[in-house]
């Protein structure tokens, strides 16, 4: 009962951090989500191209054991863009990903070590630190859609009270 409560609080973090940023870049145009606030920062884009990225090394790679194929560094490229129908499919991909992950692991599972950076750690808290890695980037990516659409922006959470 325990586990299958903590597993479905797990999951319904990522949904939530999934639904919305979703419902963030359905309200953006292609230019807003490759806009960058400075030459420094990271577009919507890079975020979403980064935590795609996150999931196929520590998720697909790092428990399921598939080879890890990703190059970092090119996910915060200044030349790369996509589309608002490109960047919800890899949202949808990359999010059904490690939901189904989650959902298919078992106690063992979740307790079975990997080694990041030289560093011991369960497969549980590797879904942990994503959880956290990827709502950091979701402030991003709220952030540049309020910047974008200003007052037009609708609030994925509560919105706040006018005055």
């Known amino acids: 009962m325990f586990e299958e409560v903590v ?51 520590r998720v697909e790679a790092g428990i399921e054991g598939k080879k890890d194929i990703r190059d970092r560094e090119s996910e915060f490229s200044e030349k790369i863009t996509h589309t608002k129908k490109e960047l919800l499919q890899i949202i949808e991909q990359s999010f059904s990903t490690i939901i189904r992950v989650i959902t298919s692991l078992s106690q063992d599972g979740f307790l079975k070590i990997q080694t990041i950076r030289n560093n011991e750690v369960t497969n549980l808290d590797v879904i942990m630190k994503c959880a956290s890695h990827f709502s950091e980037h979701l402030g991003q990516i709220l952030y540049i859609a309020k910047i974008r659409k200003e007052d037009a922006y609708v609030s994925t959470s509560i919105p706040r009270k006018q005055c």
């Not at 890079?46 to 196929?56: P, T």
């Open 7 to 57: 597993i479905e609080n797990i999951k319904g973090r990522f949904i939530d951090i999934k639904n919305r940023m979703t419902e963030a870049i359905k309200q953006l145009n292609d230019e807003d989500l490759n806009w960058r606030p400075t030459s420094g920062s990271n577009s919507i884009t890079n975020l979403v191209v980064h935590i795609s990225g996150n999931i196929h090394q």
